[in-house]
C-alpha cells in the first residue's frame, strides 16, 4: 500500500492490527470463519426481535427475520440482506449487527437467508438459495408479517455478487417478483478475472486486508469452473445490455483502500450507461467492508452511509 493512501483513525487501527496476523488468503477454510467470528463478536443491539424461519427448498435453508421492536405486525416491506465472507465464511450472528441497524433505521423487516457456504456447496447453489428465499417470502410472507411485494435487496462483497445474480433471476424467470431498490455494499462483480487488472487490485494487490490473492483463493472455492466464470450470473459485469436495463435503481458503495473499488464503480457505470437510476460512492478512508466490520462501523463514515442506504430503501418503497 503506497504511504500516501489515506485510513481514517478506525479503519487504521484496524489495518495496523491485521498487520500484525497471518494474511487472510493463508487461512484454511476453518480458519478463516474462526477469525471472522472472532473480530465480529459483540452484543446485540437492543430493540430488535430475531426470529427465523426454514425455507423449503432442498435441505431447507434457514433464513433470519429482524424486526424493530413496535414496528407494525404485518406487510411490513423487507429488506433481503446477503452477506459476504467470499463466499466461504459468514453467518447471522457475524452480520447481525448490520441487520439490526437496517431494521431500525427504516422499520422495516430485514431477511437475512443463511446459504451454505463454499465448499460445502459451489455455484449456482449459492444464489439458487437466495432467490429461494425472496421467492418464498413473495409467496408466503403473509405468514410471517412481511410485505409480498415491497421488496429491497443489499448484499456486501460476495453478496454483492449474489444480490445482482437474485435480482437478474427475478427480471428473466417470470414470477412477478420486483425489487424496488438494489443496494450493493463493496460488491464482487468480476470472477473472470483472476489477478483482476483494475487499479484498485493493482495498488491494493496485498491489502491493507482484503487481497488480490484472498480473492482468487475465494472464487476458486465458490466456483471452481473457469467457464463458468463467464456467465452474467457469476460476473456482474458480463451482464447482457438488455438484462442490464432491467435491473431495478441502484445504490452502489466502494471503500477507497479496497481491492474491490473497482468492480462497484465499473458495473456502476454499466447499469448507468443502460439507463438504470445508479448512483456509486467511494468512501473516503475506509477499508473493505467498513460498514460491517464491528471494529469500524460506528465511525462517522460507515454511520453516514448506513444513513444514506437506509433513507434510499425508504424513499423507494414507502
Avoid at 489477478?195 to 487490485?201: E, G, I, Q, V
Avoid at 452474467?232 to 477507497?256: G, R, V
Avoid at 477499508?287 to 448506513?306: I, N
Wanted: aromatic share 8%; proline share 7%; net charge negative.
Amino acid at each position: 500500500m503506497s504511504d500516501s493512501v489515506y485510513l481514517d483513525p478506525l479503519n487504521q487501527a484496524v489495518a495496523d492490527q491485521l498487520a500484525t496476523e497471518p494474511p487472510i488468503a493463508d487461512l484454511t477454510v476453518p480458519e478463516f470463519r474462526a477469525f471472522f467470528e472472532r473480530v465480529q463478536q459483540h452484543e446485540p443491539i437492543p430493540g430488535v426481535t430475531r426470529t427465523n424461519f426454514t425455507v423449503p427448498f432442498e435441505d431447507g435453508v434457514e433464513a433470519f427475520v429482524f424486526k424493530a421492536d413496535g414496528a407494525a405486525t404485518n406487510e411490513l416491506p423487507v429488506i433481503f440482506y446477503l452477506h459476504g465472507g467470499g463466499w466461504k465464511g459468514g453467518n447471522v450472528n457475524i452480520y447481525d449487527s448490520i441487520c439490526r441497524e437496517l431494521a431500525l433505521q427504516t422499520g422495516y423487516a430485514v431477511v437475512f437467508p443463511e446459504y451454505t457456504l463454499a465448499p460445502e456447496a459451489r455455484y449456482p447453489t449459492q444464489q439458487e438459495q437466495c432467490y429461494a428465499t425472496v421467492k418464498y417470502v413473495s409467496e408466503h410472507g403473509h405468514e410471517h408479517g412481511l410485505s409480498r411485494e415491497k421488496f429491497a435487496i443489499v448484499g456486501d462483497s460476495a453478496g454483492g455478487q449474489l444480490a445482482v445474480a437474485t435480482t437478474l433471476l427475478a427480471s428473466t424467470r417470470n414470477d412477478g417478483i420486483k425489487f424496488g431498490v438494489q443496494v450493493l455494499l463493496h460488491p464482487i462483480t468480476d470472477t473472470v478475472t483472476s489477478d483482476r487488472d483494475t487499479p484498485s487490485a493493482f495498488h491494493f494487490f496485498n491489502g491493507p486486508f482484503n487481497t488480490v490473492p484472498f480473492m482468487r483463493g475465494a472464487i476458486d472455492t465458490y466456483i471452481p469452473i473457469a467457464t463458468d466464470r463467464e456467465s452474467e450470473l457469476a460476473s456482474p459485469q458480463k451482464i447482457s445490455a438488455e438484462h442490464a436495463a432491467k435491473q431495478p435503481p441502484t445504490l452502489i458503495i466502494s471503500s477507497a483502500v479496497d481491492v474491490l473499488r473497482d468492480d462497484g464503480l465499473l458495473f456502476g457505470e454499466i447499469l448507468q450507461k443502460a439507463g438504470v437510476d445508479c448512483a456509486v460512492v467511494v468512501a473516503h478512508g475506509q477499508l473493505h467492508v467498513s460498514l460491517v466490520l464491528e471494529a469500524t462501523r460506528k465511525g462517522p463514515t460507515p454511520r453516514a452511509m448506513m444513513r444514506l442506504v437506509a433513507t434510499k430503501i425508504k424513499e423507494t418503497l414507502s
